[in-house]
């Protein structure tokens, strides 16, 4: 039930590119992408809603194929900052209406000088 | 205010003991969240109030939690005769309205149980 996350995790070179992976057995109404570093709280990065649109900002962007239920971060010429866990957060109606909430596995992410 | 925050930041606590994590969201924010979050692991929903009520609590682990937001803005978490395997980072999120928002985070509170 808990969305899928690939790679689990990923080491980079400042300024390489990543994409990170969201998969859901679920229909999304939603899905958010968060950026959570150590002993920190996650921060909000993006939102994309089902039509299969895409986002960006700055060198982050996003991508949501509603036919898949899938989502997928990018992440262009990375950053130190960059460094963290993302976690994929979706958002699905159940059988009494209402939606729920659930965070995917989660993927380290590594940025090295 | 500024951003969500929560009380106490850390807190340790003796098996048996009973707990109380506090959470003020932002301002305005209709939808409040609570999660669990376990070391390596991502947020597992709790539970979910829009104003006072409580319209999901799906993710309590068990009766010994327990959560309230009795004004719409400040929330409670209680969790009673705390275990071992409630150690874990309670974290809160605000969000106005609920439906494809933002959830804005609080710190979260880090609790141990001895």
């Known amino acids: 039930q808990q969305p899928v996350q690939s790679p689990q995790a990923v080491i980079l070179r400042e300024g390489e590119d990543a994409v990170i992976n969201c998969s859901s057995s679920?229909?999304?109404?939603?899905v958010h992408w968060y950026r959570q570093k150590h002993g920190e709280a996650p921060v909000f990065l993006m939102i994309?809603?089902?039509?299969?649109e895409q986002k960006g900002h700055d060198k982050i962007s996003a991508s949501f194929n509603e036919k898949k239920q899938q989502s997928s971060l990018y992440l262009t010429a990375s950053q130190l900052s960059y460094s963290g866990t993302y976690f994929c957060?979706?958002?699905?109606?159940?059988?009494?209406?209402?939606?729920?909430?659930?965070f995917g596995t989660g993927t380290r992410l590594k940025v090295l000088a | 205010g500024a951003g969500v925050s929560q009380s106490p930041r850390y807190k340790v606590a003796k098996r048996g003991q009973d707990v109380a994590l506090r959470c003020d969201p932002i301002s305005g924010h209709v939808s409040l969240f609570w999660y669990q979050q376990a070391l390596g692991q991502g947020p597992e929903f709790l539970t979910y109030f829009q104003n006072e009520a409580q319209l999901d609590k799906s993710g309590l682990p068990s009766d010994r939690f327990f959560a309230e937001r009795p004004e719409g803005s400040v929330s409670t978490l209680k969790i009673q005769r705390t275990q071992q395997e409630d150690s874990a980072v309670y974290l809160c999120?605000?969000?106005?309205?609920?439906?494809?928002?933002?959830?804005?985070f609080g710190p979260g509170t880090r609790l141990t149980v001895l």
């Open positions: 679920k229909a999304l109404y939603s």
């Open positions: 999120a605000s969000s106005y309205p609920r439906l494809a928002n933002t959830q804005y």
């Open positions: 994309l809603l089902k039509g299969g």
């Open positions: 957060g979706t958002e699905y109606l159940v059988a009494s209406g209402t939606y729920k909430y659930i």
